[in-house]
């Protein structure tokens, strides 16, 4: 089976990371079973899931899986070397049989090994991984493997060399790491596009950041006077590159899949007056001092002070243009139950999984002034 991503109606993929949450937390399926309706009625077939995504596999098996034919959607999800429970090359190989236990899906139509990064690459060699997913084609279990990848071309580079019947790539994207020397998108994907593999997007809104830019960017776009979303600038600019096959979005409401949708169903390529009105934000967005944090909170789940790491970063991007009042309340909601930016210990262990390489140590220090 050949990967035909140029046969899907819309470049829009539904990312499952970020799932509608009930107010005990746990994933809102009804909302989910709707959302999946209109992206499925749009043309949508592509859906990204994840072993280390809590309760995704479970409610895509709810709200996706039990209600459409195998053959009419294709999902995606991956195995991750580290992480909570995965301690040696059992407990990773043990995730796919998890994974399609909790999702019901039969087999996958894609499969990654997950967030590798220059701190985890030795793992995935360690634990046979990449012999692994090969293993699993030929089983019938998955029909494509690839790997989501956050790190420098120097290393994606060294990986297509050493695996070049890896199928896919999955990389972060988004007008503000297009040029960012921390993420080196552009280069990334242009390297993808050398060596022949299709390229699948995650945070095109940099984790919901550009969904709700800084004050400077917003005056950007709102001087164009139109009727996208700030969230539809961000994805229209990665779906408009011929180099990108799917761009996923995270939603989490309904209201963000009818937005994504009223622009991705019938998705018009950028203009050449729309690509300057993007490096006139691009401009703007770096004027802005910020942590770049996507909120994949792969940094917390090892902490041993249970430090809402990238919700305080969060409020700290936010305090620009925001009143003291609301920036001190945002953050005591963020810190209620964990610890603060002041409880960290300083023991590493969340620099060592940040996918941003973000100096996590520094930041918190940076960040104590929000208890002042």
């Not at 994933?27 to 309706?37: A, G, L, N, R, S």
């Not at 994606?156 to 790539?169: I, S, Y």
């Not at 022949?196 to 940099?206: D, S, T």
């Not at 942590?291 to 991007?317: D, L, R, S, W």
Request: hydrophobic share 35%; glycine share 6%; net charge negative.
């Amino acid at each position: 089976m050949s990967i035909e991503f140029a046969d899907m109606k819309m470049k829009l993929g539904f990312g499952l990371m970020r799932l509608p949450k009930n107010e005990d937390g746990t994933i809102d399926v009804e909302q989910t079973k709707k959302m999946v309706d209109l992206f499925v009625e749009a043309g949508g077939t592509y859906f990204d899931t994840a072993f280390a995504y809590p309760g995704s596999e479970e409610a895509i098996k709810e709200a996706l899986v039990k209600r459409y034919p195998r053959e009419s959607y294709t999902l995606a999800s991956k195995c991750i070397a580290t992480g909570n429970n995965i301690n040696n090359e059992e407990d990773a190989k043990n995730e796919i049989k998890v994974s399609l236990e909790r999702s019901g899906a039969g087999y996958f139509d894609y499969y990654l090994l997950h967030a590798i990064q220059r701190t985890n690459v030795d793992l995935y060699d360690k634990y046979h991984l990449w012999d692994y997913v090969k293993e699993l084609k030929e089983k019938g279990l998955i029909r494509h493997y690839g790997f989501s990848f956050h790190a420098d071309p120097l290393l994606l580079e060294e990986l297509l060399q050493k695996h070049p019947d890896v199928e896919f790539v999955q990389l972060q994207v988004n007008y503000a790491d297009w040029e960012n020397p921390g993420v080196e998108a552009k280069k990334n994907v242009e390297l993808c596009h050398k060596y022949g593999k299709p390229v699948i997007v995650m945070e095109p809104v940099k984790g919901g950041i550009l969904a709700d830019p800084y004050p400077v960017v917003k005056a950007v776009f709102d001087g164009e006077n139109t009727n996208y979303s700030y969230a539809a600038w961000a994805l229209r600019y990665v779906a408009s590159k011929e180099e990108i096959n799917v761009v996923l979005s995270g939603m989490s409401s309904l209201a963000q899949m009818e937005d994504n949708l009223s622009f991705m169903k019938d998705m018009v390529p950028l203009s050449e007056h729309e690509e300057e009105v993007i490096r006139k934000a691009q401009d703007a967005f770096d004027s802005v001092k910020m942590i770049e944090c996507t909120g994949c909170h792969y940094c917390t789940k090892g902490c041993p002070m249970n430090v809402a790491i990238p919700e305080i970063f969060t409020v700290q991007n936010r305090k620009e243009g925001s009143p003291e009042f609301r920036t001190k309340r945002e953050y005591l909601i963020v810190t209620l139950n964990k610890g603060k930016a002041s409880d960290c210990i300083e023991c590493g262990q969340c620099e060592s999984a940040c996918p941003q390489h973000l100096p996590i140590i520094s930041l918190l220090k940076d960040c104590r002034s929000l208890e002042d």
